[in-house]
């Protein structure tokens, strides 16, 4: 018996050196991240940002992969099926939360498949028109659409997706009948919008910016609570006629679950670091993006809230994969 204990506690050891040496040793080989949306989309862009100092903080390659459709689930369902070893990660928009009361069966569990590692940053998005829509403010806009129901519509990066989500709060805020017209990602809407096909998007800051700044797009109003850095002439939609309105699309690192807890935690420590970064930080205001800095428990717990707030908003819309 005696001796039995001892071999228990002889391999107890062995596991925390392991896990002691893991934490240390990775990642020893490139790392793959996946983006669930289109290039160039608020998500990939942050996905790059920290992608790339991350390879330098790790000696190794960090590749992001853009694995768009179904608005992020098919590259979400990737991951969840991939190698719990810290070595395929996600980089994955507010859409995760949403996704499981659009879904009815996605081949995977929101909570039960991924790790919640850590948020990358949050930002508004803003809504634009295109110049020749001659909506110059956001009333505007909601006249137009109230004195014309079904008549307007609006696009989204994907049903069930932050840009989606915001929209349909937009909706009902303001009390308006519109359309709405998924894209495969956030270019393709914004091509659309500027050409006039659809009528308004809900883009995060970082895509639309230039776009504004050329006069490709107007920029009607700001989806935060705050006016954005970058656009400071630009009114919030609380600001303009639509009070206590507020929406922020977030970016986040999940995991497979089962990926070593020393993995995920150094992987937020890293990714912390990276978040601290004076040119990381730079690069992300100059997006209207700002850091989200969280230990791993904190961002689980502030998913869980998102998924509440969720299924709130998809009951209130009736938001279903059509």
């Not at 991350?54 to 099926?81: C, F, H, K, Y």
């Not at 989204?156 to 990602?185: C, M, Q």
């Not at 308004?200 to 230039?210: G, K, M, V």
């Not at 904190?298 to 009951?315: G, L, P």
Request: hydrophobic content about 45%; charged content about 20%.
């Amino acid at each position: 018996m005696i001796r039995s204990w001892r071999l228990a506690g002889v391999l107890a050891a062995c596991a925390l050196l392991s896990a002691g040496v893991l934490g240390q040793t990775y990642p020893n080989k490139s790392v793959r991240i996946v983006v669930p949306f289109t290039a160039g989309s608020a998500t990939d862009i942050l996905a790059r940002t920290v992608g790339q100092k991350l390879s330098d903080i790790w000696a190794q390659s960090v590749v992001v992969e853009n694995r768009p459709g179904a608005g992020g689930t098919i590259g979400a369902a990737m991951v969840a099926r991939s190698s719990p070893d810290g070595f395929t990660l996600m980089v994955q928009s507010a859409a995760q939360a949403v996704n499981p009361f659009i879904y009815p069966s996605l081949p995977y569990d929101t909570l039960k498949d991924f790790i919640q590692v850590v948020p990358l940053g949050g930002q508004p998005n803003v809504l634009v028109v295109a110049p020749a829509s001659g909506y110059r403010t956001v009333a505007d806009l909601v006249s137009d659409a109230r004195k014309r129901p079904h008549a307007l519509n609006f696009g989204s990066a994907g049903i069930g997706s932050g840009t989606h989500i915001n929209g349909e709060k937009f909706k009902l805020a303001a009390g308006i009948d519109v359309e709405h017209i998924p894209y495969k990602g956030t270019p393709e809407a914004l091509t659309d919008t500027m050409a006039g096909r659809i009528t308004f998007f809900f883009s995060p800051i970082s895509a639309a910016l230039p776009l504004v700044r050329e006069g490709k797009l107007v920029a009607l109003g700001v989806s935060s609570a705050r006016r954005s850095t970058v656009l400071p002439d630009v009114p919030t939609i609380a600001e303009s006629g639509l009070p206590g309105f507020d929406y922020n699309l977030w970016v986040g690192v999940f995991a497979p679950a089962g990926t070593p807890s020393e993995v995920v935690e150094k992987i937020n420590r890293d990714v912390n670091r990276v978040l601290r970064d004076p040119e990381v930080r730079q690069r992300m205001t100059s997006l209207g993006a700002e850091a989200m800095p969280m230990t791993t428990a904190e961002f689980d717990k502030f998913m869980r809230s998102e998924m509440d707030e969720a299924v709130r908003v998809v009951k209130a819309g009736d938001i279903k994969v059509k």
